[in-house]
C-alpha cells in the first residue's frame, strides 16, 4: 500500500529583503551526511530544486572528512586514516545517492569536498585572519556562538 507522504515544503527563513537579491546571487549548501535526513535523498532533491528556482549559482559542500572526528567518538580505537578512509567513503555513498538531484540543477553549480577547501591556497590565510577576529573582536566571537547556537 503506498503511503501518503504531505509534500515537503522549502523555505528560507530571511527577511524579504534578502530574497531579493536571491536572483543575483550564488548559495552554498553545507551538508552534514551524519544524522541529517533534511539533506538526503528526497528532502536533498526538494532544496535544489527551490534553489534552482531562485539562485544563480550553487555550490554544494560536502563536509565529509570533516566527520571523522565524528567517527572517532563512535569507535575509539580506529586510527586516523581508518577514520578518514570511513569519512571519505560515507561522502561517496551520499554523493552516489544525491547524484540525480545535483544532476537536475540547470544554473551553475559545483560540488566540493571538505578536503578540497582545506586544501585551497588561500585556506591558511583566512583561517588566520578568522582566529585574530575571533580572538580581538568580542561581536564576532559572540556571532560565531550565536551562530553555533542556533545550528
Same mark, same amino acid.
Given at each position: 500500500?503506498?503511503? #501518503?507522504?504531505?509534500?515537503?515544503?522549502?523555505?528560507?527563513?530571511?527577511?524579504?529583503?534578502?530574497? &531579493?537579491?536571491?536572483?543575483?546571487? $550564488?548559495?552554498?549548501?553545507?551538508?552534514?551526511?551524519?544524522?541529517?535526513?533534511?539533506?538526503?535523498?528526497? %528532502?536533498?532533491?526538494?532544496?535544489?530544486? %527551490?534553489?534552482? &528556482?531562485?539562485?544563480?549559482?550553487?555550490?554544494? @559542500?560536502?563536509?565529509? /572528512?570533516? $566527520?571523522?572526528?565524528?567517527?572517532?567518538?563512535?569507535?575509539?580505537?580506529?586510527?586516523?586514516?581508518?577514520?578518514?578512509?570511513?569519512?571519505?567513503?560515507?561522502?561517496?555513498?551520499?554523493?552516489?545517492?544525491?547524484?540525480?538531484?545535483?544532476?537536475?540543477?540547470?544554473?551553475? $553549480? /559545483? /560540488?566540493?569536498?571538505?578536503?578540497?577547501?582545506?586544501? $585551497?591556497?588561500?585556506?591558511?590565510?583566512?583561517?588566520?585572519?578568522?582566529?585574530? @577576529?575571533?580572538? %580581538?573582536?568580542?561581536?564576532?566571537?559572540?556571532?560565531?556562538? #550565536?551562530?553555533?547556537?542556533?545550528?
Amino acid at each position: 500500500m503506498l503511503e #501518503n507522504k504531505p509534500p515537503i515544503r522549502v523555505r528560507f527563513l530571511c527577511p524579504e529583503e534578502e530574497k &531579493q537579491v536571491f536572483p543575483s546571487s $550564488h548559495c552554498i549548501v553545507a551538508v552534514s551526511i551524519l544524522g541529517q535526513p533534511k539533506t538526503d535523498k528526497e %528532502k536533498f532533491a526538494a532544496i535544489l530544486k %527551490k534553489i534552482n &528556482q531562485r539562485f544563480s549559482q550553487c555550490t554544494i @559542500l560536502l563536509a565529509d /572528512t570533516l $566527520h571523522r572526528h565524528t567517527f572517532k567518538i563512535l569507535n575509539e580505537t580506529s586510527s586516523d586514516r581508518q577514520l578518514y578512509d570511513q569519512a571519505i567513503d560515507a561522502g561517496t555513498q551520499w554523493l552516489a545517492r544525491n547524484q540525480s538531484a545535483i544532476d537536475a540543477l540547470t544554473i551553475p $553549480h /559545483t /560540488t566540493m569536498r571538505w578536503q578540497q577547501w582545506l586544501e $585551497h591556497a588561500n585556506y591558511k590565510s583566512m583561517k588566520a585572519l578568522i582566529d585574530e @577576529l575571533y580572538e %580581538k573582536n568580542s561581536q564576532f566571537r559572540i556571532s560565531i556562538f #550565536n551562530s553555533v547556537q542556533e545550528y
